[in-house]
């Protein structure tokens, strides 16, 4: 079976995907999940072994135009499509050109609902099997030289360590700094190492953090995967 999942976002959204790309690959050995969106913000999910491949948004419009490469999506058996809108045009187009299904979800949660967005995304493969809530105890593997930089990085040790990273596009999607604050603290005082994290747009959004934290963080080198 293949699976292909359509959802535009940037790296937090690719993480909040794991969850349940791990959940369908152990209720559905051998199925073969295709992403589209921005492959360099989902290739963590590849390298990980949650999907095949990657996509671009691009790509998935020139097949819609009956430009693209046909043999990329035309065979996919399942495709679950995360849209702002309930019905969007392109849904109906790609329903017609793909041999399977198509299934429109909305891309968050209902606001002021209380669901969490890797919920959200479980429930979205509700009739796959999955169940509404994602497991929480679900780690990414990460490869060995990722893992060597991190230690290099981090100096030697058993402590745990939270990376810290408040920066999004989307503002209703930030949470307070003050709960950023807090979060730290409260590990910090638990022996945690903590780090933070900033893209090239973050720097306004990091500094009330990173003053209040000046004396229990370390910068972190920007996100890069």
């Not at 097949?63 to 309930?86: I, R, S, T």
């Not at 807090?182 to 747009?201: K, Q, Y």
């Amino acid at each position: 079976m293949k699976i292909l999942v359509v959802k535009d976002g940037a790296v937090g959204d690719g993480l909040l995907f794991a969850p349940a790309l791990d959940a369908l690959a152990r209720l559905h050995p051998g199925a073969r999940v295709h992403l589209v969106g921005a492959p360099w913000r989902l290739r963590l999910l590849v390298a990980a072994g949650l999907a095949e491949r990657t996509w671009a948004t691009s790509q998935l419009e020139q097949f819609l135009a009956g430009a693209g490469p046909a043999d990329a999506f035309a065979d996919a058996d399942e495709v679950v499509l995360f849209a702002f809108e309930a019905d969007p045009p392109y849904a109906r187009e790609l329903a017609r050109r793909v041999r399977g299904r198509v299934v429109v979800r909305p891309h968050f949660p209902e606001p002021g609902s209380g669901v969490h967005v890797a919920d959200h995304v479980h429930a979205a493969f509700g009739h796959l099997g999955l169940s509404p809530r994602a497991d929480r105890s679900y780690v990414l593997p990460v490869a060995g030289d990722q893992v060597r930089w991190a230690t290099d990085f981090l100096g030697a040790g058993p402590r745990p360590a939270l990376y810290v990273h408040p920066g999004t596009k989307i503002e209703t999607k930030r949470w307070p700094a003050g709960r950023f604050v807090e979060v730290a603290r409260r590990l910090s005082a638990e022996g945690w190492r903590i780090l933070i994290g900033r893209g090239p747009m973050d720097e306004e959004v990091n500094r009330p953090i990173e003053e209040a934290l000046s004396r229990i963080a370390l910068s972190a080198p920007g996100t890069r995967f």
